[in-house]
């Protein structure tokens, strides 16, 4: 019975240390993270990426801002954010998902720049696609 009790705490060490690192003040103050301009990416058929796919992901942990400047010359009708837990994004068996809920809250778009926050305190990459026309699958 010690050794289940044993591996029971030593199994949730890793979420208290987690937990730890992070204060939640952190996590929650604009104060604290201050807005990152970020200017790369590229535009093709007037869809803005943050990155590649399989490229350098924006490391995105709890709490930090971005302005990205995504240069389609217009306010971007729509944008889809998306996370990943490794930051090469597909590239190495690698994975991303849709951005849900408070994990990439949109703060502030207009024709030059879109402001993201994590609203959150877990740690992710952050990939960003954004458009001027039509909602269409990015390139």
């Given at each position: 019975?010690r050794?289940?009790?044993?591996?029971?705490?030593?199994?949730?060490?890793?979420?208290?240390?987690?937990?730890?690192?992070?204060?939640?003040?952190?996590c929650?103050?604009?104060?604290g993270?201050?807005?990152?301009?970020?200017?790369?990416?590229?535009?093709?058929n007037?869809?803005?990426?943050?990155?590649?796919?399989?490229?350098e992901?924006l490391?995105?942990p709890?709490?930090?801002?971005y302005a990205?400047?995504?240069k389609?010359?217009?306010t971007?009708?729509?944008?889809?954010?998306?996370l990943?837990?490794?930051r090469?994004?597909?590239?190495?068996?690698?994975?991303?998902?849709q951005?849900a809920?408070?994990?990439?809250?949109?703060?502030?778009?207009?024709?030059?720049a879109?402001t993201?926050?994590?609203?959150?305190?877990?740690?992710?990459?952050?990939?960003?696609?954004?458009?001027?026309?039509d909602?269409?699958?990015?390139?």
């Amino acid at each position: 019975m010690r050794a289940r009790a044993a591996i029971v705490v030593l199994a949730c060490a890793p979420i208290a240390l987690g937990c730890d690192r992070v204060p939640a003040a952190v996590c929650d103050s604009d104060e604290g993270n201050p807005v990152i301009r970020y200017t790369e990416g590229t535009v093709v058929n007037d869809v803005y990426m943050s990155s590649p796919w399989d490229g350098e992901l924006l490391y995105f942990p709890g709490g930090m801002r971005y302005a990205l400047e995504h240069k389609l010359g217009d306010t971007p009708r729509w944008i889809e954010a998306y996370l990943s837990f490794s930051r090469g994004g597909t590239k190495d068996g690698g994975a991303l998902a849709q951005a849900a809920g408070n994990q990439a809250v949109i703060v502030g778009v207009d024709a030059t720049a879109i402001t993201v926050k994590n609203d959150s305190c877990a740690e992710y990459w952050l990939l960003v696609t954004a458009g001027v026309g039509d909602r269409g699958a990015p390139p």
